[in-house]
């Protein structure tokens, strides 16, 4: 009778294991989408947007934008939350987390940056316009790809 209920707990731990680490790659899962790729001295240069969390509420528009910067030793990710006032044609980034080889090396939050003319994101925002939802907020910071 022992022997079963060990057994039988052995079984629901290695489950609930084998949850712990499937579980998360679904619920974070992402979806970079390649809006610019250029190269510079050996370097590259990769701008993307998450197509997933493209949100559109009272007239401002959020998403997430990543740029990449692929070195011979590594790469260096920007990833940042976007809003932009379509009524103004401004954008400002509401949040900013750096990843150096897909860690997450620093994250500021803490307020949002100054509103800025939308044509420096042009190619950024054409892009997200393509996936925009109605409603929901953009969620926490993916992870770069």
């Known amino acids: 009778m022992e022997g079963r209920k060990y057994l039988r707990n052995m079984i629901v731990c290695v489950l609930l294991l084998l949850l712990l680490f499937l579980l998360p790659h ?23 947007i998450e197509s997933d969390t493209v949100a559109e509420q009272d007239g401002n528009i959020r998403f997430w934008y990543l740029e990449k910067i692929i070195k011979p030793l590594g790469a260096e990710q920007r990833v940042l939350k976007i809003e932009d006032v379509t009524a103004t044609h401004q954008v400002r980034v509401l949040e ?50």
Do not use: C
Not at 26 to 48: C, D, H, M, P, Q
Not at 96 to 103: I, P, R, Y
């Open 26 to 48: 679904e619920l974070f899962a992402v979806n970079w989408v390649l809006v610019k790729s250029s190269r510079i001295l050996g370097w590259t240069l990769e701008e993307y």
């Open 96 to 145: 900013t987390h750096f990843f150096v080889n897909g860690m997450l090396k620093k994250s500021k939050t803490d307020k949002p940056g100054d509103f800025q003319d939308e044509s420096k994101l042009k190619d950024p925002l054409s892009t997200a316009l393509k996936y925009v939802k109605q409603g929901a907020d953009t969620g926490p910071v993916p992870t770069p790809p």
